[in-house]
């Protein structure tokens, strides 16, 4: 195949409206993958829940479900470098196929000690653990290969699709989840969800293997992971994005946590506000995710990138003091819309900017955006302790306002991302 034909299977460039939304799914290979991921999210959130059950459940102790989150955490933040250096020295389809595999032979292992009555404590946390070892071999190597099946000017709408269905699977998830605990029981619960993550298998083996990029296998794996840290430390606007996306997501985001507090002791909701707030977050992430998709590629990607972490701090300050629940559902619907747009875009921009051969090891770097929030629960869970949730999470909302302000004032690297970006993308 000659590269002009290879150009033109790919996505046609990025112009706004319902067809930019779904260009990406223009590609055969890539709907492979968005299905598996699909299919794994939602098993990973059903999980989350019925686990949540199980260890209440066995334990009736708060502090074991923090255990198990904590688990699930520092091995997910430990882990990453060492995903991101995989993801660009095995052959990437690959090593999601071994990750996968291993997290599914890990839950049925945990499903047979369910079924027969076995089920300790500490094998939820040994549960936990691997599963925050297994999820940054995986999210790297998915990220590298949208690329390699994309390519950058279908980008755009592969990440944005990506973000949305998360964002779905996030509400689904545990709604699906709930329903199914009161239809089947907590074990029948658990089969559903081991079956999806059969699926998201069985998904990956349709895709065609991408070849890793060569200059990685020419060291060692250490002088891999000390040149993704060096091409961080050497590329200033990659390293200025990641900083950028991590902030919010570690002082602000960890208020999900909290969102129980907000929904018995200051509403009095009980368990049907929660259910609400949850939804409502979910859904405006959904939001979000969809417009960037439908808005397509635009040089103001900066200007929006920083008028949307704004809003997303006032608008989350806004929640946490008002008295009354109706509005504070619509002020979380409108700040998770905000939050995903700022997500989305930080993420797309990296993934334009940087070079395939160090791909996976800043992919990896993004998944810290997965375990921050679950690090950040605990300043945030202190201050609520003592000054309340509603303080904790407004003070958080303005201190993340603040360090994006900062941000864009001492960055010239930010400020000239859109003119960067047009260039690399150019280059493609």
Known sequence: MTAD???SSRPAPDVGGWRSAVSSLSSAQFRRVFAGNMAFFLAMQGQSLVRSVIVYDITESKLALGTVSASVAITMLLASPIGGVLADRIERRKLILIAQSAALVAETIFFALLVTDRLEFWHMVLLGATMGCVFPLIMPAR????????GKRGLGSAIALNMAGVNIMRVLGPAAAGFLIYAIGVKGAYAVNLTLYAVALIAMLMVAPVKPPLKALEVSILTN???GVRYVRSNKIVGMLLLYGLVPMFLVMPFQTLLVVFATDIWDTGTVGLGILNAAAGCGGIAGSFYVAW????????K?????VVSFGILLMFFSLSPYFYPAVVLIFSANIFASIFQTLNNTAI???VSDDVRGRISSFLMMSFSLPL???LPLSAVAESLGADVAVAGASVLAVVAAVLFHYFSSALRDLDATVQ?????D
């Open 375 to 377: 690090l950040g629960t």
């Open 5 to 7: 034909k290879q150009i």
């Open 423 to 427: 260039a690399a993308t150019e280059r």
């Open 295 to 302: 808005r397509g590629e635009s040089n103001r990607r900066m």
């Open 225 to 227: 992971l000390l040149d």
């Open 143 to 150: 990220q590298a290969i949208v690329v390699n099946i994309v």
């Open 304 to 308: 929006l990138m920083a008028l949307s």
């Open 351 to 353: 993934q334009l900017l």
